[in-house]
């Protein structure tokens, strides 16, 4: 998923939006990320996220882990540029959208 992801390269906040990853033992994702759909293929996203989602599940159960069962609400994302060279991209942040697929 991260591979996918990369460092979520934007030209604007419409190509910016975040995708819950992982699973919780109570259900639910264990975080959130921040993707462009200027780099990364959606479809090809959502196959990896479910993937890795149903592994975490199997892993969950067989271990017995438990989880507080908190609901984390999904964070906004916004575009800003990188400090190392000024390229923009997408971040999970305040004062964004919460685009999700």
Same mark, same amino acid.
């Given at each position: &998923?991260?591979? $996918?992801?990369? &460092?979520? #390269?934007?030209?604007?906040?419409?190509? %910016?939006? &975040?995708?819950?990853?992982?699973?919780?033992? %109570? @259900?639910?994702?264990?975080?959130? $990320? /921040?993707?462009?759909?200027?780099?990364? *293929?959606? *479809?090809? $996203?959502?196959?990896?996220?479910?993937?890795?989602?149903? /592994?975490?599940?199997?892993? *969950?159960? *067989?271990?017995?882990?438990?989880?507080?069962?908190?609901?984390? #609400?999904? #964070?906004?994302?916004? %575009?800003? #540029?990188? !400090?190392?060279?000024?390229?923009?991209?997408?971040?999970? @942040?305040? @004062?964004?959208?919460?685009? !999700?697929?």
């Amino acid at each position: &998923v991260t591979t $996918l992801i990369g &460092v979520a #390269p934007v030209d604007s906040q419409d190509q %910016c939006h &975040v995708i819950g990853v992982g699973a919780k033992a %109570c @259900g639910g994702p264990g975080r959130y $990320l /921040a993707w462009s759909d200027k780099k990364t *293929n959606p *479809n090809a $996203l959502r196959s990896a996220v479910k993937a890795q989602a149903r /592994a975490q599940l199997n892993e *969950n159960k *067989n271990s017995g882990l438990a989880s507080d069962c908190r609901v984390t #609400p999904m #964070p906004a994302v916004v %575009c800003r #540029p990188r !400090a190392s060279d000024s390229k923009k991209v997408c971040q999970l @942040g305040l @004062g964004g959208t919460n685009s !999700a697929i």
